[in-house]
C-alpha cells in the first residue's frame, strides 16, 4: 500500500511559477514510475507528466512541454512538478499518482494503482 500527499498548491498570477510535491509513504517508492495529472473544472482528469522509476525518463501533456518539469528523488521518497510560465488555462486540481507499470503507460493514462487527494491550482490573469 502507497499512500500519497500533495502539497505547493495555491493562487498564482500568470506568467508566475509554482513547485508541487508529492509524498509517498512506504519503503517502495523506487519501485514505481510516478505521473501527475490535473483536473479543471468541468473537465475530465487528463495527463501532465510523468517519471520512470530512476527518474531518466519524462513524458509531458503537450499543452505543458518547455513549461513544466517532473522529477523525484527516490531517498525522500518524493516527487515533484515544477511550473513555470503558469497559464490561467493550468487552473486545476493536480493529483499525484504511482504505478507498477512503465513512465509510458502513465503517459497514455493507463495502469495507475494510487493517487494522492490533489492540490489545487489557480492561476488568475
Known amino acids: 500500500q502507497v499512500q500519497l500527499v500533495e502539497s505547493g498548491g495555491g493562487l498564482v498570477q500568470a506568467g508566475g511559477s509554482l513547485r508541487l510535491s508529492c509524498a509517498a509513504s512506504g519503503r517502495t517508492f523506487s519501485s514505481y514510475s510516478m505521473g501527475w495529472f490535473r483536473q479543471a473544472p468541468g473537465k475530465e482528469r487528463e495527463f501532465v507528466a510523468a517519471i520512470s522509476r530512476p527518474g531518466l525518463i519524462t513524458y509531458y501533456a503537450d499543452s505543458v512541454k518547455g513549461r513544466f518539469t517532473i522529477s523525484r528523488d527516490n531517498a525522500k521518497n518524493s516527487v515533484y512538478l515544477q511550473m513555470n510560465s503558469l497559464k490561467p488555462e493550468d487552473t486545476a486540481v493536480y493529483y499525484c499518482?504511482?504505478?507498477?507499470?512503465?513512465?509510458?503507460?502513465?503517459?497514455?493514462?493507463?495502469?495507475?494503482?494510487?493517487w494522492g487527494k490533489g492540490t489545487l491550482v489557480t492561476v488568475s490573469s
Open positions: 499518482a504511482a504505478a507498477t507499470v512503465g513512465a509510458v503507460d502513465i503517459s497514455r493514462g493507463s495502469g495507475m494503482d494510487y
